[in-house]
């Protein structure tokens, strides 16, 4: 099995890590290359979900894209090794390769991949990491929801839909927080 080994002694703007908070240790846990790509992916895959259309939600605009982004940079900030990890692993990838969209949208795949990736974290990580790093990628479809939708673009925070309050319950349930 191909393993892969995270490491950081920096962090992702490659300034020392802040005062009280230790770097990531040498070896954060052990993945597989799947493992780590599902770890990864994930976030992305999740605000792509957050952002589209669905039955009885309306379509996004790019403010509510920007405040996902947005979320996921929040993760640099964790106090978990593995969030802290996946955030410099997105933002380090330069190869490029696009997924396909329907691939990226389809909720029911999104949702698999959640229960997958709580499967693995399960197996492999630290309960803490395991906890914050499932909050997080939850975070970031919360902040999504909360963004304001369409092409006025007025002000953030909005109260949520019940459409989005179903997607992120079914969220939180597939990633093992409810």
């Not at 770097?23 to 976030?43: C, R």
Request: aromatic share 4%; charged share 20%; net charge positive.
């Amino acid at each position: 099995m191909l393993v892969m080994e995270v490491s950081m002694s920096h962090s992702v703007a490659g300034e020392p890590p802040s005062a009280g908070r230790r770097a990531a240790p040498l070896t954060t846990a052990v993945y597989s290359a799947a493992e780590w790509d599902l770890l990864t992916g994930l976030p992305g895959r999740v605000l792509v979900a957050a952002v589209a259309p669905g039955p009885g939600r309306t379509e996004r605009g790019v403010m509510a894209g920007l405040a996902g982004l947005d979320a996921v940079a929040a993760g640099r900030a964790s106090d978990s090794d593995l969030v802290r990890a996946v955030v410099a692993a997105i933002y380090a990838r330069h190869d490029g390769a696009p997924q396909p969209v329907e691939r990226l949208t389809d909720l029911v795949d999104m949702l698999a991949a959640c229960r997958a990736a709580s499967r693995v974290l399960g197996r492999r990580a630290d309960p803490a990491d395991s906890a914050a790093y499932r909050q997080w990628v939850q975070s970031v479809a919360a902040r999504v929801c909360r963004a304001v939708p369409g092409p006025g673009e007025r002000r953030a925070d909005h109260p949520i839909s019940p459409a989005d309050r179903r997607f992120l319950d079914r969220l939180g349930a597939a990633l093992g927080l409810g």
